[in-house]
């Protein structure tokens, strides 16, 4: 533990590190160079502003107006017909559309299982093997106006489902 | 798609909230949602000029170049269309790099270098993904990341007596995700 945690205070300071001594070795201009990066990085951030704002404006309108939690109850029945743990249902959902609102979901576990629970160790694991889809594709798609995403949805979905009962059937299999 | 899925959103929050009797809520992240998403874009703006500045250094030294070429063999299999040389491949490999390691912020920016690039080799009508393009979402989305260290710290924070302990079922959980990603994606590739 102590060790991975270590490695991840180290990894970001290292991979700057190795880059500017690898570009000095190089003969690179490395602060010249830098600026010319960091002028594109802001413009695409500019770029994809209006679909971040768009993004967050509906993802929040969803939470506020309690469709996210409709959602979940829906889902409910379907999830406990298959015997998949009903108190993680929500997180499963909600970690598609929204991450904040997932890691708040993971915190209410952590509270009321404990982390070290069947049911924390398995929201642990669904956390680290799933994405939030909507966002992702959408900040990608349309940062090029791409409308027309043929296969990639059912593509993620399936994948994430996947994911859902794996870290599930996993986390029996080895705790 | 993202249109319906966006409508969705909005006109299913805001009839939901007339239902529950949720309108105040509504109303203030209507209003407050473009607030979150600049103070998002703020904090992202510096993140992601600095992550740009840092791989244009790596992308001139010549790093990236050898990064693409170590993974050669894995990108001749996703991307069959990217000619071995193109831009489009750096990109792509810095980005799935980045993931990886946990470097989402340095991700972000390699990762829409990419799709600007696929972009110009895209044959599809217009508005339409490539077969490259959702081969390289699929990808993405199937989260690469290897050690979820906000996750380890959470863990930590709420008194777990050995937050690490799920770290090597992430591990084979995500490696799955990512196997079923891409053999769905092989699959539909042909079809839609």
């Known amino acids: 533990m102590r060790i991975l945690l270590t490695i991840s205070d180290f990894l970001i300071p290292v991979t700057v590190l190795f880059i500017v001594v690898f570009g000095c070795l190089k003969k690179v201009d490395i602060y010249e160079v830098f600026l010319e990066g960091a002028k594109e990085g802001l413009q695409t951030v500019l770029d994809i502003l209006p679909t971040l704002i768009g993004l967050i404006m509906a993802v929040e309108v969803m939470r506020a107006g309690g469709l996210l939690e409709i959602l979940v109850e829906l889902i409910r029945p379907a999830a406990e017909a298959i015997h998949f743990p009903a108190e993680l249902a929500p997180l499963s959902i909600v970690r598609l559309v929204s991450s904040s609102a997932a890691t708040g979901l993971l915190t209410d576990i952590f509270s009321t299982y404990g982390p070290d629970s069947f049911i924390g160790r398995t929201a642990s694991v669904m956390m680290s093997c799933t994405e939030t889809v909507f966002y992702t594709m959408s900040l990608y798609f349309l940062s090029v106006g791409i409308k027309k995403t043929r296969y990639t949805l059912p593509c993620a979905l399936v994948a994430n489902i996947v994911g859902v009962f794996a870290a599930v059937w996993l986390v029996k299999l080895v705790f | ?192």
């Open chain 2, 1 to 192: 798609m993202l249109n319906g899925i966006w409508g969705f959103f909005v006109i299913g929050g805001i009839l939901t909230g007339a239902f529950l009797g949720r309108m105040d809520m509504v109303t203030s992240a209507v209003i407050g949602g473009g607030k979150s998403a600049m103070e998002l874009a703020f904090t992202m703006a510096g993140v992601v000029a600095v992550w740009s500045g840092v791989l244009k250094i790596a992308e001139r030294g010549g790093m990236i170049d050898a990064l693409a070429g170590k993974m050669t063999p894995i990108m001749d299999f996703l991307f069959p269309t990217i000619p071995r040389s193109h831009r489009a491949r750096k990109y792509i490999a810095t980005n799935f790099v980045a993931n990886f390691l946990g470097l989402g912020w340095a991700a972000t920016p390699a990762g829409l270098m990419a799709m600007k690039e696929l972009q110009k080799l895209n044959r599809e009508q217009e508005g339409t993904a490539s077969s490259a393009m959702c081969m390289f979402l699929t990808v993405n989305m199937t989260s690469l990341q290897l050690v979820t260290v906000n996750i380890l710290a959470y863990r930590t924070e709420f008194g777990s007596k050995n937050p690490a302990e799920i770290v090597g079922v992430g591990i084979v959980a995500t490696l799955i995700t990512t196997l079923v990603g891409i053999c769905v994606a092989k699959l539909l590739e042909r079809r839609m």
